[in-house]
């Protein structure tokens, strides 16, 4: 039997643990995703999603429960493990695009790759297909300040993409558009998704946008439902 892409096991996060303040953001949360399933991650501002997937992607650590990938079991890993693992196995996207400004869409892809020790004929191949995939073969050479809002985005998916990940996670990622050109992007997201296999866990305040994925799951007082 497969092992998910990822699982997380009675996960829990507390912020100002043992002071009077403290707030319990997750709370014993569990959630499997296989491969190549596309979950949409439902929850209202300030309810820990985004913890919830820093955790997930092995950017944040739990108070307790376990965090694996592929099987592999990453929670008391050291960090260099966490790191290799967070670089070769996930991809992250966030509401803002965060490229590097002084470089160019395709740069912008190539980097990740050459960090993680890919040659650089070959992550110049790679960000070639990759921004072909989402119509932007022609933008290639333009800085992120010469892109529309849209097409930053869908260069953040290519980066995001680049190292071939198992998972993707992504925050909010159309939150920052017009619904018409959200709608656009989402497509194209989805339709990369598909095409590599991968698994995704997308967290959206877009209902429509939740129903187009395989399952929704909702993040209320820390809990999943």
Same mark, same amino acid.
Request: no cysteine; proline share 5%.
């Given at each position: 039997m497969n092992e998910p892409a990822l699982r997380l096991e009675a996960i829990v996060k507390t912020y100002n643990r043992g002071r009077p303040n403290a707030?319990?953001?997750?709370?014993s949360v569990s959630l499997s995703l296989e491969a190549g399933e596309v979950v949409a991650l439902v929850a209202p501002s300030g309810? /820990?999603?985004?913890?919830?997937?820093?955790?997930?992607?092995?950017?944040?650590t739990a108070d307790a429960g376990r965090v694996s990938i592929a099987g592999r079991d990453l929670t008391q890993a050291p960090d260099r493990t966490r790191t290799e693992a967070r670089r070769r196995d996930v /991809?992250?996207?966030?509401?803002?695009?965060?490229?590097?400004?002084?470089f160019?869409?395709?740069? #912008?892809?190539?980097?990740?790759?050459?960090? #993680?020790g890919t040659g650089k004929a070959a992550?110049?191949?790679?960000?070639?297909?990759?921004?072909?995939?989402?119509?932007?073969?022609?933008?290639?050479?333009?800085?992120?300040a010469a892109l529309s809002g849209g097409e930053q985005q869908r260069v953040a998916f290519c980066r995001a993409l680049a190292n071939a990940p198992r998972i993707l996670l992504?925050?909010?990622?159309?939150? #920052?558009?017009?619904?018409?050109?959200?709608?656009?992007?989402?497509?194209?997201?989805?339709?990369?998704?598909?095409?590599? /296999?991968l698994s995704a866990l997308i967290a959206t305040h877009n209902p429509d946008l939740a129903a187009r994925m395989d399952r929704t799951v909702r993040l209320e007082d820390g809990t999943l439902i």
């Open positions: 707030v319990e953001v997750l709370r309810a /820990g999603k985004s913890t919830l997937l820093h955790i997930a992607g092995l950017l944040d /991809g992250f996207v966030y509401q803002f695009h965060h490229l590097l400004p002084e160019s869409a395709a740069e #912008n892809v190539i980097l990740p790759q050459l960090a #993680n992550a110049a191949d790679r960000a070639t297909v990759l921004l072909d995939r989402v119509g932007l073969s022609g933008r290639a050479d333009h800085r992120p992504a925050d909010e990622p159309t939150g #920052n558009l017009d619904p018409a050109t959200s709608d656009v992007v989402f497509d194209v997201l989805l339709e990369l998704v598909r095409d590599t /296999g």
